[in-house]
């Protein structure tokens, strides 16, 4: 993978995600992926304001049911003072969802998985998926490639309906051959998650939009599409990643434009994208990422227009579930609730 002499954020979070990690019985941690700097947060209430200003009068734009959030976003306020309060914040927040990167709750006691489900739902809140980690040297690692069995039987037993990962496709490499090695991996993964009744999932980052190393004219992102079968492997795109590859590899090795837009992949087989990261940047050229990360709403990413063009695809308005998410928030209570606020806020043009 291509690097920058200067401070890696997807490298960094790939190490710092592992505290959030791990399950109710305190199992090994599984490294996931992500990062990027911080933005200053500010109250906000709900309104019908839209990005721009405008009242909104159409319809809103997030389906009714499907606006949930990643809870690494909160993995500091679920260590001190765990899941309980940090639920009940959630539901005044008018979240439907949530997502787990991990099942403990550091220093606010342990919790069984039971418990853990039964919460959630007593706020109202659906837990729609989990990221676990997907390789790892540590043949005890709670990852599928270590601990498939193990990773099914506790998101069974959440009643999850999507398993993911957020590790990219990079175990063997970044050549053609790699990725197609890493491809049957997640068939098998998808394989072993739908014989009881859940969907596997693959989180992007950035990276994952560079090209394979033995031949450049080749998106591993289009091989990784490819080589899964599309009824065992799903995708879930983080939008800010994505935009971040495309700030980053629209163009080759040599310099040859390669242009992609992240929407259009989405469009093209959206029965492959039951789940999205909706995660916002403000532009900024001079970062080798291209975007500073900040609240929802506070960016440059048009999420009228996004959620917008997949919700109005036929038979699609209810098919995807939209997870706020912030790698590092100012204060992520905060980030929560002015997230919550500016989805809901946004109306489809008249």
Known sequence: MSRFSQPDPELDHRLSRRGMLGVAAGAT???LLGAAAPATAAPATASTTTASGAKGRGRPVLPPGRLG?????????????????????????????????GYTQGSAGPITLAQLKRLARNHGLNP???????????????????NLTKVLDDAQALGLRHIGTAAG????????????RAAEDFNTYGAAA?????????????????????????RLYDILLKETDPDLVYLEMDIY???????????RPDGTPAPFEPLNYVLRQPDRYPLFHVKDGESDPSNPYGYRMTDVGDGGIDYQRFISAVTRLRGHRLAHHWQAEHDNPAESFTFARRSSAHLHSLREKC
Request: no cysteine.
């Open 169 to 180: 496709p990079f175990r063997y490499g970044s050549t053609v051959d790699a990725w197609k």
């Open 241 to 251: 990643w994505a935009y971040v590859g495309q700030f980053r590899f629209s163009k």
């Open 69 to 101: 959030i990643q809870l690494y976003s909160l993995r500091d306020k679920v260590s001190t003072l765990g899941f309980g309060p940090v639920f009940a914040e959630l539901e005044r927040y008018g979240y439907d969802e949530v997502e787990f990167a």
């Open 128 to 146: 729609i998926g989990s990221h676990v980690g997907y390789y790892s040297s540590d043949p005890g690692a709670y990852t599928f490639a270590q």
């Open 29 to 31: 941690a599984a490294a």
């Open 194 to 218: 739908k014989a009881r009744g859940m969907k596997f999932y693959q989180h992007n980052h950035s990276e994952e939009f560079s090209f394979a190393t033995d031949n450049p004219k080749v």
